[in-house]
């Protein structure tokens, strides 16, 4: 297993951070404690979850795999510092998570606690914010049209971002959290909280985890130059495309039990023609190069400069070695080559 710095926070963590979103709908306690226990005795030291867990997001499951990580801490609680462990709290729009409202430095607190609680630990190494209080283009709103920069006040935004990074700074400054990181945001989201935070001598940002994939490589390369060159952690999600590039979803197939037969916060918005197509041409690709689809969406994720660490999440123990496997792969130049002539055929399919 390969290492690579937090951004600035002097923490190392693994080339593979392993997701946990679906630990408390698809997966049960059991499923977790055995992906926990491989993860772990195969190097990996990052374990990423959030209070909106499981998904889909629903009443009934929200706080469900931090319940679910809490209990496998409760009963190793010598193992908590081998691993670096991060969560989010959930941005506007839920009602049933503090009435949907805005995330503020008193919410901040409020979720930590509550995180906590169920995480049954003492501390955080790294909070994130799941999204922020604007619109941003994720989820697909990264066309055109689709949102308004212009009708966002610059100044309201700002002085919320100050507001929220004083309640991280209690947080810290109480030793519940660690560091802080962003998720779903923009270059002019990490470059304003970077601003305030050294303007007011606050905490730094320390990363950001963004949909990134063969499918949906957006943030290449202006959002990813950025984070090269402030030192914030990249760290993708999605790596596969919510399992498109896994192949498994073509012509419209549904395999019993996959994500893609839950109903979608977002709707499933990734099922288009031009998805098809590509992904179609980039199993092509792993079937010449013998590594499975998945592997390849992986291997290529991993060597793009500016990635960090990849957030992986499987819903069986096979599927997991499967992925994890992908990231002791090189990617010949010729490889790589064949990766770019299909990309270049379908860089927006979504």
Not at 12 to 39: F, K, P
Not at 153 to 169: K, M, P, T, V, W
Request: proline share 5%; with cysteine; aromatic share 10%.
């Amino acid at each position: 297993m390969k290492y690579v710095p937090l951004g600035r926070t002097g923490l190392n963590v693994s080339r593979v951070c392993l997701g946990t979103m679906t630990w408390g709908t698809q997966n049960n306690q059991a499923d977790a404690d055995e992906q926990i226990e491989y993860a772990l005795a195969n190097g990996v030291n990052f374990i990423d979850t959030a209070e909106m867990y499981s998904v889909p997001p629903t009443a009934e499951s929200y706080g469900k795999t931090e319940v679910i990580i809490g209990d496998w801490i409760s009963r190793h609680p010598e193992r908590r510092e081998e691993f670096i462990l991060a969560t989010k709290i959930a941005g506007p729009g839920l009602k049933y998570i503090r009435g949907g409202s805005n995330i503020s430095g008193k919410t901040v607190i409020e979720a930590v606690d509550a995180s906590l609680k169920r995480l049954q630990t003492d501390y955080i190494d790294l909070y994130q914010l799941h999204w922020p209080n604007r619109t941003t283009p994720h989820f697909a709103k990264h066309f055109p049209g689709t949102i308004s920069f212009s009708d966002v006040e610059r100044n309201e935004q700002s002085a919320q971002i100050l507001d929220i990074l004083h309640g991280l700074d209690a947080c810290i400054k109480a030793g519940k959290i660690r560091h802080f990181g962003l998720s779903d945001d923009t270059t002019w989201g990490i470059s304003e909280f970077l601003r305030l935070s050294e303007k007011h001598d606050l905490p730094r940002v320390a990363s950001i985890q963004n949909e990134f994939s063969l499918l949906h490589a957006k943030d290449w390369p202006y959002l990813i130059e950025h984070c090269v060159h402030e030192d914030v952690a990249y760290l993708p999600w999605s790596a596969l495309a919510a399992g498109a590039l896994t192949g498994k979803y073509l012509g419209g197939a549904r395999p019993e039990g996959s994500r893609w037969t839950y109903a979608q916060r977002h709707g499933i918005f990734r099922d288009t023609p031009l998805v098809d197509k590509a992904v179609t041409a980039y199993v092509d690709v792993a079937k010449k190069y013998e590594m499975t689809p998945a592997q390849l969406a992986l291997a290529w994720c991993d060597q793009v400069d500016g990635v960090s660490s990849t957030i992986i999440g499987a819903t069986s123990l096979e599927q997991l070695k499967e992925d994890m496997d992908a990231f002791d792969l090189n990617l010949s130049d010729e490889a790589l080559q064949d990766i770019m002539a299909v990309f270049k055929l379908y860089p927006v399919p979504f």
